[in-house]
C-alpha cells in the first residue's frame, strides 16, 4: 500500500514483514509440536506415565535459535527505527500544533494552513506541539507517528517520494471528536510548491484574503480548529453553532449565576481569551483553551467580521 511513498516505507515494510514471517514460523511450528504430542502421547498409547529426562542438546536448540531470530527481528526494527531519529541540518522546518480537535502547520515564511503541504523528495522535519492533551501524528502512507505531548516538543522527519494526497490523523484518544482529527499531507511537484509557497505567504494572503469581508476570519476559525467545536449550519457540536450567533440573545453561566447577555464584540473577545468566564447554557465548561497565544487582537476582529456574515 502507497509503495515508495516517503524514504521510510521500505525499511518499516521489510522489518514488519520479518516479523510477521518469524512470528508465523513459531506459530506454526509450536502449534504443529502441540498437536503431535497430543496425538503421540494421548492416554490410549501411553496408559502409565513414564519419566522423561532433560536432554541438554535440546535445551541449547530452543534457546540459541529464538535467540538468534529475536536478533532478526531486532535487527530490521532498528534499521528502519534508528534513520528516523534524526533529520538532515537542510530539512524544511514546519510547525505542527495539535489542540483538541484541529491541526495547524505553520511554515517558517508564516504561512498557517490546517492541510500539511511539502514539496516533493524534500526533506521535512516537524517540530510537534500539543497546546491541551496528547495527539499523536500519524501518517499511514509515509510509515510514521509520533506523540505530541504537553509541554514537550517531539520531532518527526520524512521525504514525500510520491505527488499526491494522503491521510494525516490523530491516533491518541483526544476526547468527544478526536474523529474530527483528520486531515491531509499532500506532496507537490517542486515548481507548484515553489508557487503555492509564494503565493500564502503570511503578507499578501491576508492582503488578498482582506479584499473580501470575512474571508480571513473564515480562513482563522478553519486554521484554528473552531469548526471541530462549531458548526457553520446551525447543527450543535461540543460548542455552539456560529450560524445566526453574532447579536443574538444568549443565557450565560458567569460562575454559578445564570444571566442573558447579548452575543456582541466584547463577549466573543472574552469567549476566545477567556473561554471559562461566561459559558453558554447548556455546554460543559473547561472544553476550550484560551486562544490568547495564538489570536492577535486584530486576529479576533477579523473573526468577528466572518461571524456577522453568518446570519
Not at 480562513?219 to 443574538?248: M, R, T, W
Amino acid at each position: 500500500m502507497y509503495s515508495g511513498a516517503s524514504n521510510f516505507v521500505t525499511t518499516t515494510d521489510t522489518a514488519f514483514a520479518v516479523i510477521i514471517g518469524i512470528s508465523m514460523v513459531f506459530l506454526i511450528g509450536i502449534t504443529a509440536t502441540m498437536l503431535w504430542f497430543v496425538y503421540r502421547y494421548n492416554r490410549k498409547r501411553n496408559p502409565i506415565a513414564t519419566q522423561i529426562h532433560g536432554s541438554n542438546t535440546l535445551e541449547v536448540i530452543w534457546t540459541v535459535i529464538p535467540t538468534i531470530l529475536v536478533l532478526v527481528m531486532f535487527f530490521y526494527g532498528w534499521k528502519g527505527y534508528a534513520p528516523m531519529r534524526n533529520a538532515p541540518d537542510d530539512a524544511m522546518k514546519i510547525r505542527a500544533t495539535a489542540r483538541m480537535w484541529s491541526w495547524l502547520f505553520e511554515y517558517e515564511n508564516g504561512i498557517k494552513t490546517d492541510t500539511l503541504y511539502v514539496p516533493v523528495n524534500k526533506a521535512v522535519a516537524l517540530d510537534l506541539i500539543s497546546v491541551d492533551v496528547i495527539h499523536s501524528l500519524y501518517i499511514p502512507a509515509f510509515r510514521v507517528k509520533e506523540d505530541m505531548v504537553p509541554g514537550k516538543t517531539n520531532k518527526m522527519w520524512f521525504v514525500g517520494q510520491k505527488e499526491g494526497a494522503y491521510e494525516l490523523f490523530c491516533t491518541e484518544y483526544c476526547g468527544l471528536s478526536h474523529s474530527y482529527m483528520f486531515t491531509e499531507v499532500v506532496v507537490m511537484s517542486e515548481n507548484e510548491f515553489a508557487t503555492w509557497y509564494a503565493e500564502k505567504s503570511d503578507t499578501t494572503g491576508r492582503a488578498a484574503a482582506a479584499a473580501v469581508p470575512g474571508t480571513l476570519g473564515k480562513e482563522l476559525v478553519k486554521q484554528n480548529g473552531c469548526v471541530a467545536c462549531h458548526s457553520l449550519d446551525g447543527s450543535k457540536l461540543i460548542g455552539p453553532s456560529f450560524k445566526g450567533l453574532y447579536g443574538s440573545q444568549h443565557k450565560v453561566m458567569t460562575g454559578n449565576q445564570e444571566r442573558e447577555i447579548t452575543v456582541d464584540d466584547e463577549y466573543i473577545v472574552r469567549a476566545i481569551y477567556e473561554p471559562d468566564a461566561d459559558v453558554a447554557a447548556g455546554y460543559i465548561k473547561g472544553q476550550m483553551i484560551s486562544y490568547r497565544k495564538e489570536l492577535t487582537e486584530q486576529d479576533v476582529n477579523e473573526i468577528i467580521e466572518f461571524l456577522k456574515t453568518l446570519k
